[in-house]
């Protein structure tokens, strides 16, 4: 149900040798809401993103998804789930049609209603996997390219492009990594309002972002990683104003 907790980390703490990537990083983040994960390069947000999705083990502390533990588990334990996410680079099949590179979201069972919801498809037991695709591809202004081979489309309709992969697999959680990397003022604008749309309909989504004015006007909450250490967390307004958080993106200590 909306404002409980859908995912939870908690002491999550990954060394590598002498080196402390994530320290001790605990949050909670509220079903239908929006968590920016923000922090200078090297921070920790990519491996913070790992350890939530399984793709490494933490040194210590859980992670738990839909109320169970799921850290150090294979990341298709908590895909089948709902757990979704993007990756900073892209991830495309060059040669195959956009429609397809979308509908390839589609391969699990059990998916959270939110997307079909939001598309107005709720209750219709017919719907294929491509009408999904192809609506989602509308929503960004991508139908019109659906037959196109996916490497054809510019850096920024690719992500998008992504974007739409990674809802057609209807998540229930959403993490993503720089999604607006690339883009032009416009298709930011574009996706932050899709972000909004589907926040509202219910999806929860956890967002990496170097763009820290997009994740101030977007979250409900943010997390402010430096050096691996959690140095702020709350609502925008408050991190923004946080010295902590200033200091760290002035890099003066
Ligand atoms: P960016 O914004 O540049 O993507 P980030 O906040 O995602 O950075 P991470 O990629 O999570 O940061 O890296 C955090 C720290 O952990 C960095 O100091 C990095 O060098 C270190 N690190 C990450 N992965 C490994 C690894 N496999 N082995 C050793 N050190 C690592």
Redesign the pocket.
């Known amino acids: 149900a909306e404002g409980e907790a859908i995912l939870e980390v908690r002491g999550l703490t990954?060394r590598?040798?002498g080196?402390?990537?994530?320290d001790d990083v605990s949050f909670t983040v509220p079903a239908g809401r929006i968590m920016g994960l923000i922090?200078?390069?090297?921070?920790?947000?990519?491996?913070?993103?790992?350890m939530i999705t399984g793709a490494?083990t933490p040194t210590s502390g859980t992670v738990t998804f839909l109320g169970e533990e799921v850290q150090g588990r294979k990341p298709h334990v908590g895909a089948v789930r709902g757990l979704t996410r993007t990756f900073?680079n892209l991830q495309v099949f060059s040669s195959t049609d956009v429609v397809g590179n979308v509908y390839m979201g589609r391969y699990r069972e059990g998916r959270a209603g939110i997307i079909r919801g939001m598309l107005g498809l709720q209750g219709r037991e017919q719907y294929r996997n491509e009408e999904i695709a192809r609506d989602l591809l509308d929503t960004m202004r991508l139908g019109d390219v659906a037959e196109l081979a996916a490497g054809d489309l510019p850096f920024g309709r690719q992500r998008m492009m992504e974007v739409c992969r990674a809802l057609a697999s209807e998540p229930a959680l959403l993490l993503l990594d720089?999604p607006m990397a690339g883009l032009s003022g416009k298709e930011r604008e574009m996706l932050a309002s899709l972000l909004r749309a589907l926040r509202d309909a219910g999806l929860t989504i956890v967002l990496?972002e170097?763009d820290v004015a997009q994740v101030l006007a977007l979250a409900d909450t943010v997390a402010v990683?430096d050096?691996?250490v959690l140095i702020a967390y709350g609502e925008p307004e408050a991190v923004r104003n946080d010295p902590a958080v200033i200091v760290a993106y002035l890099g003066t200590d």
């Open positions: 990954k590598y040798g080196v402390v990537a994530v922090g200078p390069n090297g921070a920790g947000k990519t491996t913070c993103f790992n490494i900073q720089e990496v170097h990683l050096d691996g």
